[in-house]
């Protein structure tokens, strides 16, 4: 992958011919279907916009690939796509295999198709009868919580407590208890999503850590991701939920790329602090379906506010730590150092730093 190019003729011109022609070919066709997409060089990729990003084409030492940039397109294309290495929004192919127009031609068609409807889409609002019922704790979980309460106050510390202003963590509704004995407490109760939904309702800080920590992904909905991102108030609550709990739920994905539209300094945290948690503790994702995070990390760099660019260099360096990821993440790192935006050069400058020293 040659990172340094700046336009598409320069991206394949440097690669040897065995690869450039297959991919010069891949080019044509897209062209031929979006004759008014821009061509760009996106994050090290040759891609194409309309609408949004459309598609992208990109060689490896390995195998070429093209990314629809999307990880539910591929999902109608299934038989025709037997024989090629795929994931969500990824099909590798030798240049001695190369992708049919054909299909080529569908996919772009469909990328157009997704793009023109997101633009269009208006955003539903939900109505009082459309709202999930939330079901009453019992009263046995209501005392299970008074009683985890009570020994969160035995447990309770003032050194601990005045610590906590040391590092950035609001205390005014905290206990004061070490996170290794929240820990230790955690385990000695179990996983009880009930538990923990009460425990969190609670406001106490370490009433809401334990939460996290005794709370089942699986069970966890969306609607309970947004309301208890809604209550961040510090990095502290905000990373752990996001480290032990939210990156391991099936909504987690999704939720990165609506919180990062938001204007709350936590809940844009919350979604850059997901991402950089995702992408450090799940092994199933290929690293290619990260890239089409990046456009959301380039957006957000030019946020001053602390602990947004602080998330936003934490998910560009964790992206920049998986294997097949670090050129492109080195590549945005270094576009972001030379920006006009403050904050921008800051993270560019914070990532370029971390993704080339020697470990």
């Not at 949004?52 to 060689?59: D, E, R």
């Not at 008074?146 to 969160?152: G, N, T, Y």
């Not at 939210?246 to 936590?266: C, M």
């Not at 994702?285 to 760099?301: G, Q, S, V, W």
């Amino acid at each position: 992958m040659p990172p340094k190019a700046k336009t598409i003729d320069a991206y394949l011109a440097a690669l040897d011919d065995r690869q450039r022609r297959p991919l010069e070919k891949l080019r044509k066709t897209i062209k031929t279907i979006a004759p008014d997409a821009e061509e760009c060089i996106s994050y090290g990729l040759a891609a194409f916009r309309q609408n949004g990003m459309l598609v992208a084409l990109g060689a490896t030492p390995n195998h070429l690939a093209f990314y629809v940039m999307d990880g539910s397109t591929l999902k109608d294309f299934e038989s025709e796509l037997k024989g090629y290495d795929t994931s969500k929004g990824t099909i590798r192919f030798q240049p001695e295999k190369p992708l049919p127009a054909s299909l080529v031609r569908k996919l772009v068609k469909k990328r157009l198709a997704e793009n023109a409807a997101l633009k269009g889409k208006g955003k539903k609002l939900a109505t009082k009868s459309s709202r999930p019922r939330t079901k009453a704790p019992s009263k046995s979980v209501n005392a299970d919580v008074d009683a985890v309460v009570a020994k969160l106050k035995r447990l309770a510390s003032n050194k601990v407590r005045d610590g906590m202003l040391r590092y950035g963590i609001p205390n005014d509704n905290a206990f004061g208890i070490a996170v290794g004995t929240l820990h230790k407490l955690a385990k000695d109760i179990g996983k009880n999503h009930e538990l923990a939904a009460e425990l969190w309702k609670t406001g106490w800080f370490e009433a809401r850590m334990l939460a996290t920590f005794i709370d089942e992904p699986d069970r966890v909905t969306p609607a309970q991701m947004d309301r208890w991102c809604r209550d961040f108030d510090s990095w502290a609550i905000c990373d752990t939920v996001c480290f032990h709990l939210f990156d391991r739920s099936p909504h987690a994905y999704a939720k990165v790329e609506q919180w990062a539209k938001s204007n709350r300094e936590f809940v844009k945290r919350g979604a850059f602090a997901l991402l950089a948690c995702l992408s450090l503790h799940d092994k199933k994702t290929d690293d290619e379906e990260f890239l089409r995070y990046l456009p959301l990390i380039e957006k957000a760099a030019p946020d001053d506010r602390n602990f947004v660019k602080k998330g936003v260099s934490w998910a560009l360096r964790g992206i920049g730590r998986r294997q097949t990821l670090r050129e492109a993440a080195i590549y945005l790192a270094e576009r972001l150092a030379a920006a006009p935006e403050p904050a921008a050069r800051w993270i560019g400058k914070d990532a370029v730093r971390d993704l080339t020293r020697k470990r």
